[in-house]
């Protein structure tokens, strides 16, 4: 995805499982459950962190371990999916590492599996929840865990449509009012190198930016398979989980589940002050079988003072592939490549030669240690606010209109099915077709 290393590769370790094994009895006992704000409060500051992961392949492991690395005193208590094999795998990989092996204490009764997973692991006495799961199914997990008073970590994106994204809003208001951390899953807010690049162009150090070109041009992820290879008698429901990525309702397309990696950052150069348009082009060049996503998607957005950033995004197999960020001010330019953030402005060029740190151990250092604290941090608004304007650029390319951040505020698309259950009849969607396909 943005670098060699492993944990940020989108197209292996992020998206692979790891090795089975089975839950065994950690060394920590597991403390009382906290029934008051005052007392969580209280306790937060020395004791026992009782964490929940939902959702257990590459990225929620990945997520479970920088938990566990954040803090001492996290335990890893229950785990939630939707399969079985997804919790052992983990539970395996997790249970390897000498370092938090004693604090993985995830007994058998406490590894739910099925749709509604999410909601028993938030019940099973639990202070920090970790979401993990398809998008499509964030935004019902965000709301559930702050309507249960839990801090979370969210990751990105969070959600697929519009109505679920608009929900996250609220639900991130609440958190504020709550006092509950939230921290979202837009790992390059939480880069020290990014930090440093994003802070001295906000104080002008290539002046007013006028113009910011974002690529994410990488590889297929998760291609679907073909109808021939579905095992006789699984559900509609069951196979489009299994390949989730390829649904819109599921992932939201590459734009939003991947490259809204670059949008965020390209909220991030404008102070997080939303487009006010965007059109678009794309399509789908490689046969994807039953998937209905695009395999390329080109945005021009808009923002209301006249500044114009273009955001390039495709998955296909290429002969050259590009993660940068390219700025233009008034005073100079700016980019992020390979070789780091580097800033040209007057004759002088920045580059970043502070402390290097894993973006995605930050988080959760930063999670802890604000509830250890009584400092919350909430992401949510602002996680909500960069997935709908991914979102935008998306049904802009879907239906070949002009979309507004007023039409995105008010549009009613919902994309989650009704009544979900492993059993229902759930016909995929066609893929969009620009002109024909309509705005909601």
């Known amino acids: 995805m943005h670098s060699n290393d492993k944990e940020l590769n989108h197209t292996s370790t992020r998206r692979e499982f790891l090795a089975s094994a089975t839950a065994v009895a950690g060394a920590l006992a597991a403390p009382t459950v906290l029934t008051s704000t005052a007392q969580a409060a209280n306790a937060h500051a ?46 395996a990989a997790l249970r390897s590492d000498a370092a938090v092996a004693k604090r ?13 997973c999410y909601q028993k692991v938030i019940d099973s006495g639990v202070d920090v929840v970790l979401l993990a799961s398809p998008p499509g199914f964030r935004p019902r997990e965000i709301r559930a865990a702050v309507d249960a008073g839990k801090h979370l970590f969210a990751e990105k994106p969070c959600g697929t449509d519009s109505v679920g994204t608009k929900s996250v809003i609220e639900s991130a208001r609440r958190a504020k009012e709550k006092k509950l951390s939230f921290v979202a899953g837009f790992c390059w807010r939480y880069d020290p190198a990014r930090r440093e690049f994003y802070r001295r162009i906000h104080e002008g150090a290539i002046g007013p930016v006028r113009h ?30 299994r390949n989730w990525y390829n649904f819109v309702w599921l992932s939201g397309d590459g734009l939003v589940e991947q490259a809204c990696h670059s949008v965020d950052k390209l909220l991030w150069v404008m102070k997080d002050v939303p487009p006010a348009r965007a059109v678009a082009s794309g399509g789908r060049n490689v046969p994807n079988n039953e998937g209905n996503i695009y395999d390329h998607i080109d945005v021009f957005y808009e923002w209301p003072d ?73 992401d949510g608004e602002r996680m909500a606010r960069s997935t709908l304007t991914a979102i935008m650029g998306r049904m802009a390319a879907y239906t070949g209109e002009e979309v507004t951040w007023d039409q995105m505020m008010k549009s009613q698309e919902n994309l989650f099915p009704e009544n979900l259950n492993w059993n229902q009849k759930l016909p995929i969607a066609p893929m969009a077709v620009p002109g024909k396909t309509r705005f909601q």
């Open 306 to 378: 006249g500044t114009r950033i273009t955001m390039a995004q495709r998955q296909v197999v290429a002969p050259h592939y590009d993660n940068s960020d390219y700025l233009i001010g008034t005073k100079g330019d700016a980019f992020i490549k390979g070789v780091g953030p580097v800033i040209r402005s007057e004759g002088q060029t920045w580059r970043y030669q502070g402390p290097q740190k894993n973006m995605y151990q930050v988080e959760h250092d930063e999670l802890f240690a604000s509830i250890r604290k009584g400092e919350p941090i909430n």
């Open 212 to 241: 910011v070109h974002a690529t994410y041009l990488s590889g297929p992820v998760k291609p679907m398979p073909p109808t021939s290879e579905r095992p006789a008698g699984m559900s509609d429901v069951e196979w489009q989980i």
């Open 104 to 116: 993985v204490q995830v007994k058998p009764e406490n590894r739910f599996v099925g749709l509604d």
């Open 46 to 91: 020395t004791g026992p962190l009782r964490v929940g992961l939902v959702g257990c392949g590459g990225r929620g492991t990945g997520a479970a371990a920088q938990a566990l690395n954040a803090d001492p005193g996290v335990i890893l208590v229950s785990m939630g999916d939707v399969f079985l094999p997804q919790i052992d795998r983990s539970l």
